[in-house]
């Protein structure tokens, strides 16, 4: 399943995992995951796009915020539960000073005006940055073994059912989700046998 | 706001966290109108201007959402402080307030990680299962729909679109932009703050 050809890097140390995961944090305005596929799919390396959606699926799946889950993970492949460790804390160390710093100059100066528009504008900003993170997921979806048609049907479905009739996020992970795994158990089996 | 938080009171503040923790599937965003219940609505310890501009200041600043316990930790300790006396020592608040931020932050993220970690660690090791594999498989298509919905939930409320159409433009052009160039994204954010100052968006 995983052996593929591409070029794969690894983090060396826990040290370099806390930094990674720290750079990865400070980047990341308005949620983290935009920059995470950037920098250790694109940039790094430690993960193929493929692993990236499977971990991510994980992560999301799993309770707790998910780019913490996705650092418990990659961290903990490759070292455990210090590497684990190494990046929760680079993750969420600085950021943590940082957040009340911010906090408690805006509480002393509060200038409204020009703060609600930089909000706003990097809010549709980050919403992009979000979008785009899933559009760039659409390759992966070619060596999936339910073929690219199922794909776009679950992902329209799911789209409509969180989008537009915003139906709780656990229903639909609950309901579509044991559907398609399923469904991909079943094209598995086949692919195999044939 | 002045309070006042006994021993038993924190407890229950840890609690509470810790019970949502495991609940806050899809990130830790999802729990916030149970944090709202909670905090200001049950037990008075945070105002509604304090919790919205925890969420606020959070999704600006970076590191991820969940820095939104942190900041409505801060608060009660603050509040806590206040409550001690008219006229708190400040030291003594930022005592109290890192005391809230720990409890908080520990509180929701300690369980959920210990899961995560035991059961992925569990995963990796069985990831040749068919089991495994199927349900990966499975939920990739999901997972790439639920992104560009969350994006597209996050740029603006959808009852507006007469007067929020500069956002919608940003955001599409952003998205077009990450996807095809490698911009730095701390650029696009930038640019996306002075627009907002400016009152272009």
């Known amino acids: ?28 305005f308005g949620g983290v995951l935009a920059v995470v596929q950037r920098e250790l799919v694109e940039k790094k390396k430690w993960l193929t796009l493929e692993e990236f959606v499977e971990d991510w699926s994980i992560a999301q799946i799993l309770p707790g915020p998910n780019v913490i889950n996705l650092a418990l993970m990659i961290g903990g492949k490759h070292f455990g539960w210090r590497g684990a460790l190494s990046a929760l804390a680079g993750l969420l160390l600085v950021p943590t000073v940082l957040v009340l710093v911010i906090a408690s100059a805006i ?7 020009a703060m609600q528009g930089a909000l706003r504008g990097m809010g549709a900003v980050s919403a992009g940055l979000i979008m785009a993170t899933g559009i760039k ?3 992966a979806m070619e060596t999936n073994p339910m073929g690219y048609l199922t794909c776009a049907v679950l992902a329209i479905v799911t789209f409509l059912a969180v989008a537009v009739i915003r139906l709780p996020l656990s229903w639909v992970l609950l309901t579509l989700g044991p559907i398609a795994s399923i469904w991909a158990w079943y094209c598995i089996s086949r692919n195999e046998s044939a | 706001m002045s309070i006042t938080l006994n021993f038993q009171d924190w407890v229950s503040l ?44 959070a999704q600006g600043a970076p590191g991820p959402n969940v820095m939104f316990v942190a900041l409505m930790g801060w608060n009660v300790g603050m ?22 931020v720990l409890v908080t932050m520990v509180g929701i993220i300690v369980p959920s990680a210990t899961l995560t970690f035991f059961s992925t660690q569990w995963a990796h090791k069985n990831r040749d299962l068919k089991g495994i594999r199927a349900f990966k498989a499975g939920l990739a298509p999901l997972v790439m729909s639920l992104l560009v919905a969350t994006g597209w939930l996050l740029t603006g409320n959808h009852d507006n679109y007469s007067e929020d159409w500069p956002m ?3 955001a599409a052009v952003t998205t077009v932009i990450v996807w095809r160039t490698q911009t730095h994204l701390l650029l696009l954010l930038s640019i996306g703050a002075v627009l907002g100052i400016l009152k272009i968006i």
């Open chain 1, 1 to 28: 399943m995983s052996e593929v050809p591409a070029v794969r890097n690894a983090p060396t140390s826990n040290a370099d995992l806390f930094f990674s995961f720290n750079w990865l944090a400070l980047q990341g």
């Open chain 1, 107 to 113: 509480a002393g100066v509060g200038d409204t005006q």
């Open chain 1, 137 to 139: 997921m659409l390759p």
């Open chain 2, 14 to 57: 840890f609690l509470h966290f810790v019970s949502l923790s495991l609940l806050a599937v899809g990130g830790a965003i999802t729990t916030a109108p149970d944090i709202h219940r909670y905090l200001v609505d049950e037990q008075h310890w945070l105002t509604h201007y304090q919790f919205t501009s925890s969420v606020a200041i």
């Open chain 2, 79 to 100: 509040n806590a402080a206040a409550g001690m006396s008219p006229t708190p020592n400040m030291l003594y608040a930022v005592m109290l307030a890192l005391l809230g």
């Open chain 2, 168 to 170: 919608w433009v940003l």
